[in-house]
């Protein structure tokens, strides 16, 4: 029982490459959600899923896209990665009766 | 939309004292509140939460308090141990479709020994 797992654990892309942050979890959680960590700012929600098929924007959507491609993956994807993408990315699982989150360990992301 | 701000950013104290963290939401519409802590290199993790209908929750050596009037809530531990250095997270939310979560900027906390 894994949990939440999170692809790659590290990455450095140059200015304007592309790629995606592979999350999947085993917990049978319909909601899903991705968030970015920087110093000081706590985490702030990029999209989510409330289940499978849907997927909707959080604080800060600009610069990236999601895909919820099961029940247990969800997919962040940054078309043409800015400097200012660089930092932690979480995925998070909730379960549809319940309230906490339950994270996955991070992607830590730099973009040169 | 919701706003939370926390404090302290960072917190010291000895082995054994106690630890307050405050924060403050904006929305008088959240009603959930909860406290995750993050140990280095990991994910947060929740150690209690505290809905708008209490005003106050125990477990063991941590409490939340909760003012609904004024909009803030608050974080104690008691008997601080090394183990308890971390960063921790406050977090209001509203029940909504999706639960969304708005964090506070985290404090970062450290126990001597």
């Known amino acids: 029982n894994a949990g939440v797992t999170q692809t790659p654990k590290f990455q450095v892309l140059k200015t304007g490459q592309s790629m995606t942050l592979q999350c999947a979890q085993d917990?049978?959680?319909?909601?899903m959600y991705w968030y970015r960590q920087d110093p000081g700012m706590g985490l702030r929600l990029i999209y989510y899923?409330?289940?499978?098929?849907?997927?909707d924007k959080g604080e800060v959507p600009n610069g990236y896209n999601v895909s919820r491609l099961n029940k247990r993956e969800f997919s962040l994807r940054l078309e043409s990665a800015a400097p200012s993408q660089t930092s932690v990315y979480f995925c998070?699982?909730?379960?549809?009766?319940?309230?906490?989150?339950?994270f996955g360990p991070g992607t830590r992301l730099t973009v040169l | 939309g919701e706003n939370v701000e926390q404090h302290p950013s960072t917190l010291s104290v000895q082995e054994g004292d106690s630890a307050v963290i405050k924060c403050t939401y904006s929305?008088?519409?959240?009603?959930?509140f909860p406290w995750y802590k993050q140990e280095l290199g990991k994910g947060p993790q929740l150690i209690i939460d505290?809905?708008?209908?209490?005003g106050e929750k125990k477990d063991q050596r941590i409490a939340v308090t909760l003012n609904k009037t004024a909009k803030h809530f608050s974080l104690h531990i008691t008997e601080t141990q090394p183990e308890d250095s971390a960063v921790y997270f406050c977090?209001?939310?509203?029940?909504?479709?999706?639960?969304?979560?708005?964090f506070g900027g985290g404090t970062r906390l450290m126990v001597k020994p």
């Open positions: 998070a699982t909730r379960d549809s009766g319940g309230r906490e989150q339950f």
């Open positions: 917990m049978n959680h319909n909601s």
């Open positions: 899923s409330a289940s499978e098929g849907t997927t």
């Open positions: 929305d008088s519409a959240s009603n959930y």
């Open positions: 505290i809905r708008s209908n209490v």
């Open positions: 977090a209001a939310s509203k029940n909504n479709a999706g639960n969304m979560l708005t």
